[in-house]
């Protein structure tokens, strides 16, 4: 294929600390208008991408990288996260391994764990699992609170989330806290939670779900967030069939996660819709659920997003190259899909996919966040499953391995 240069900036926009990757053997842009490029170069000025094109006519900058021959990425964009929690549930995986399900009501061991943890320890822990997702190549991450779920605890649950992450979702809406009554739970996620997180949070989240909340109660919820401003997203569909695709299509939201049990009017509703179906594949496995219908889901034209769900209950692992692997090699992706799926699709999710400063993408005007691979195409993320290939990030136009 031929390289095309694309969207020089003037020179006299040139940023001092400008940095110009060349030699990429395979560069995935997401760009339709660009593609895959071959013997590619980028450059980053600040924290945006300036250029991209064929490496021979890169033009230069204060600091150069040579590649030498290998691929190049968008960051990951990992758009469903719980990151904001205390202790580990190794036990209940252990029983799960051993047979027993997977129940919403574990969630409650975290919120005691999260309850009795100070600000400073939360901290700890949110950014050492950010630190990892980074060193592995997620440049966009998304985190919930969801583990407080008292107005005090939601609070600063979110209050931490970002000071860190790229997106805070308010998941006051995770479980009925054990002892309390449903509707006035509801009532106080509705009122008094809400106007305290809010100010921290761009979106909310409902786990619709028998064991959390039921239809009325999720179109409640949802609706509140929606006329407090926030964006929203639901957990649907992951332990049975059941109404969450359903609500976030019929309420707009910007994406419904875990779509493990679909109908085929859920996924007919996903196709006619701009409601990503973002797919967990770390959470299907590791809590012994069938894997979601990835194929199914794509062939009928519902944008897909992949993520990793990242928790102590369901998904302990921030690694968004298994959940690519794990897309193509079992849930019937090709590597070019799965790939989108995890960048671009994740972007979309979070609604940061077009205009300055969009993520899941390499072209002029995206945030400058790269993934370097130690090897010369993606086809090795599935090829060489379970294998570290993050070679080098940039994330926001700084290196960060
Ligand atoms: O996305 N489904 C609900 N929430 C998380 C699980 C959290 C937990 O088990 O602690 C999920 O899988």
Known sequence: PNPRPAALLPSSTVHPTSTVVTGIGELTTND???????????????????????????????????????????????????LVFAGDRTAEFEARMAGEPYRAGGIATTVARTRAA??????????????????????????????????????????????????????GAHLVPPGADAESYVDLVCGDMLEAVAPYAGWADVFCEDGAFDEVQSERIAAAAAARGLGVRVHGNQLGAGPGV???????????????????????????????????????????????????????????ALASNANPGSSYTTSMAFCVATAVLQMGLTVRE????????????????????????????????????????????????????????????????
Do not use: F, M
């Not at 991209?52 to 469903?80: C, F």
């Not at 050492?128 to 008292?150: F, I, M, S």
């Not at 007919?268 to 409601?275: E, N």
């Open 32 to 82: 339709p208008g660009l593609g895959i490029l071959h013997d590619a170069a980028v450059v980053l000025e600040a924290d945006r991408v300036a250029w991209v094109g064929e490496s021979a006519v890169a033009p230069a900058a204060d600091v150069a990288v040579d590649v030498g021959g290998r691929a190049v990425l968008p960051g990951w964009v990992d758009s469903h996260t719980h």
């Open 246 to 304: 359903r609500l976030a299509v019929r309420g707009g939201a910007a994406s419904v996660d875990h779509c493990t049990y679909l109908t085929g009017e859920d996924v007919d509703a996903l196709a006619s819709s701009a409601t990503v179906a973002t797919l967990l594949p770390a959470c299907d496995l590791s809590t012994r659920q069938p894997l979601a219908p990835a194929r199914r889901l794509w062939d009928a034209g519902a944008t897909v």
């Open 338 to 401: 799965a790939v989108w799926a995890a960048t671009a699709g994740g972007a979309r999710a979070l609604r940061r996919d077009t205009g300055d400063g969009a993520v899941g993408t390499v072209r002029a005007g995206a945030r400058a966040d790269l993934h370097v691979l130690d090897a010369p195409s993606a086809t090795h993320l599935a090829y060489r499953p379970g294998v570290p290939l993050t070679w080098a990030v940039w994330r926001s136009g700084e290196r960060e391995r």
């Open 118 to 171: 100070s600000d400073e320890d939360l901290e700890a822990n949110l950014t050492a699992h950010l630190d990892e997702a980074v060193r592995q190549g997620t440049t966009c991450l998304e985190t919930k609170t969801g583990y407080g779920l008292t107005v005090e605890d939601e609070t600063r649950s979110a209050r931490i989330a970002a000071r860190h992450a790229d997106e805070v979702t308010y998941l």
